[in-house]
């Protein structure tokens, strides 16, 4: 046993010795993030240094229904003072007045309509959104329509996008609660109820005040899990998380295979063959190497994911769950390394498949994180399954999310099968080379 | 103590299968006594490194076997290499690692520990000269220092037999004499040492006992004054002629009193390896043996003339090992 400790010594050392090591496994990684950490605008102040362009709107109300009397504070548009709004046109505006919209819109109340798309056009504003009479109405009376005009400036396109899907899901969410009226009185018809026209406003007004009333219900409750903060994590630093930890998995996969690819590089330099001519026993030796890249791999996760939470403010998730997502790191990396090296016969072979196969699978494995802005895709995500790569990131990603480690499970089941997999076959061929 | 140091009974290794199979020890048998100095000559390709992969448990033979302290190479590997210190052809040292390092590291390979295991190292590295420098990296050192440390791994747990794989190819005569001088000294101590080489006055040099390989086979075996007795009487020519001279080998092959022709460049006879000439320069070259040189050589002179070549220079060597490689194989020992 000492001796295996002895071998594993001898190939950290001879590892932390190596500048092409130690470049590709910590400088790559830290420089990759810092060039993107720089494109996106400086590194740790996040908040102030990326952000999306404040869209000025100007916005008439032209609305004259009438609406009950809202309360003030309310559980389901929480932080919204609602307080003096009359009608839908002005509880659309209070919405878009909100804290939460506050650093995206700035809007200003404009009587004229004519006014406010010259506003546009002159380039004082970007967008003009016209609120018309019948608004009201249309989200409370069964039969009425009406619709909402945004007038924009046609050169802006992130701004605008901006206003029109913010209004679009706030209407939606209004039309949705006439539906819901409309559907009620329905089967109150089709039950042989007629409604007059005093019961049809008590259920229009009750699905009005769903969501803004006293009695309104949150339907979507975010916490964390219990006996974990969320942390505040910013827009810059959720991007940087993302791209170190591609960059993390990345090396690690190549950091696994160039510590195992030494058995072969042994072998050509005669230490390995001389080794076996010792009263050391071939599994020893081979554990040695083992250990050695595990406790490689260990140090190279653990300074990028420090390095990257105090340099780039990266918001690896709680202690946990990120403990246990780069120990799945650490041992599919090693895993794969000794699968790879045990299919290569020389370091020529070697060159080829760290450049073409290895890099490929990373790749393929990475595939979300590259993807990452385009909305999720489950058909990528169900690819970069295909490589355990993809599963370490996986890993890494769900600790960054907040995930606890019960929403890790699967994960963590499948980086412990690849593991296995690729450890046994790896094990088994090099066993019976050595033997 | 064991009648032998080490016996080898028809030992064999062929590499691949069929008619494409390359057998590269072709049943070889001999002992090695304990305490001598037992050399493994022939030239590149003979057999020898594969004997010596053998023997120290690396590749298994495809038959035969053969003892080393009286433990088979089969049954009883561990034990064989407890017994033994291989010091291999090529350097196998960690190069980004120092002297002190790699021996530190090789000797916990051999079971040493604490204070026994520095005491070994300094003691090894005292013997190989590189006490001053045992804390610069190996990829700092000449070729002869690391050749040195090369031989000091296999000597730091002070094994019954040492077995050196050619150890001196490549390096320069200082060096070379520091090894020879060092084989010597471990044997006197009591060491057994089974060596290889194609240089035919190091084994001249330090054997005992010596035994000639070629094409996978001992072709012959003993000491030296008992091998050179094969070629009997017979001195050996190397001439050098002023244009080709393979035209000229059948014609100087007929001749009475020769009994062995070859070109070839071949020893200086000095113990060092003969300059490599220029592209070519060897077809000017040849090596003869015969029985009586100062009788043959007018008539040598004569028929080189009589094809339009001139002898430039004549050598003549008394009966060596050389020769008695040229009398067995027709070949000279480098061809």
Known sequence: MLKLLDIAIKDLRRAFRSRFLLVFMFVVPILVTALFALMFGGVGEDEEAFSLPQTTVQVVNLDEGTLPEMPESTGGLEGVDLAGVDSMGALLIRLLQSEGFAELIALTEVPDERAARAAVDAGESDVALIIPPTFTGALTQPEMVAGLELYRDPTLTVGPAVVETLVSQIVEQLAARKLGAETTISQLASAGVVPDQVLVEEVVAAYSESGTGENSQRLLQVESPAGIEQEEVGVLAQILGLIMGGMLVFYAFFTGAVSMQTLLTETEEGTLPRLFTTPTRPALVLGGRVLATVLILMVQV????????????????????????????????????????????????????????????????????????????????????????????????????GSGVAGMLSVLAGVLVWSVALAAIGLYRLQRRFA | MNE??????????????????????????????PGQIFSLLGPNGAGKSTTIAMLACLLRPTAGDATVMGHSILADPSAVKEAIGLVPQEIALYEDMTA???????????????????????????MIGLN?????????????????VNIGVALLHRPDV?????????????????????????????????????????????????????????????????????????????????????????????????SKVSTAGGSDGDGEETEIPEAGALEYAASLLV????????????????????????????????????HLTGRALRD
Not at chain 1, 310 to 337: D, E, H, N, Q
Not at chain 2, 8 to 24: C, K, M, N, P, S
Not at chain 2, 108 to 118: A, C, D, F, I
Not at chain 2, 294 to 308: D, I, M, Q, S, T
């Open chain 2, 291 to 326: 029985d009586d040189s100062n009788r043959v050589l007018p008539e040598l002179f004569e028929r080189a003339n009589a094809h339009g070549r001139r002898i430039t220079s004549v050598e003549i060597q008394e009966p060596n090992l050389e020769a008695v490689f040229l």
């Open chain 2, 132 to 148: 001053e420098r045992q804390h610069d990296r190996i990829e700092t050192y000449s070729g002869g220092m690391k050749r040195r």
């Open chain 2, 4 to 33: 032998t140091a080490i016996q080898v009974t028809d030992l064999a290794r062929r590499f691949g299968e069929g008619e494409e199979a390359i057998h590269a020890v072709k049943g070889i048998s001999f002992a090695v006594e």
């Open chain 1, 302 to 401: 653990i300074v990028l994911l420090i390095f990257g939470r105090l340099v780039f403010a990266i918001g690896w998730g709680a202690t946990f769950p990120l403990l246990l997502a780069a120990l799945g790191i650490i041992v599919v990396s090693t895993a794969t390394g000794l699968f790879i090296i045990s299919l290569l016969r020389s370091t020529r072979q070697a060159g080829i498949v760290f450049g073409g196969v290895l890099t490929l699978t990373t790749m393929l494995g990475l595939l979300p994180v590259f993807t990452a802005g385009s909305g999720g895709n489950r058909t990528v995500e169900a690819a970069s399954l295909l490589v355990p790569q993809g599963w370490a990131m996986r890993g890494l990603q769900l600790s960054m999310e």
């Open chain 2, 100 to 126: 002190r390092e790699n021996l530190t590291f090789w000797g916990k390979m051999y079971n040493l520990r604490g204070t026994v295991l520095r005491e070994r190292v300094d003691g090894v590295l005292k």
């Open chain 2, 162 to 258: 040492l077995i050196m794989d050619e150890p001196t190819v490549g390096i320069d005569p200082q060096s070379r004499r520091h090894i020879l001088d060092n084989v010597k000294a471990l044997n006197q101590e009591g060491m057994t040492v089974l060596y290889t080489t194609h240089y035919m006055e190091e084994a001249q040099e330090l054997s005992d006992r010596i035994a000639i390989m070629d094409q996978g086979e001992i072709i012959a075996s003993g000491t030296h004054e008992e091998l050179v007795k094969i070629v009997g009487e017979q001195d050996r020519l190397d001439l050098v002629l002023d244009g080709p001279v393979l035209p000229l080998l059948p014609v100087w092959e007929a001749m009475t009193g020769v």
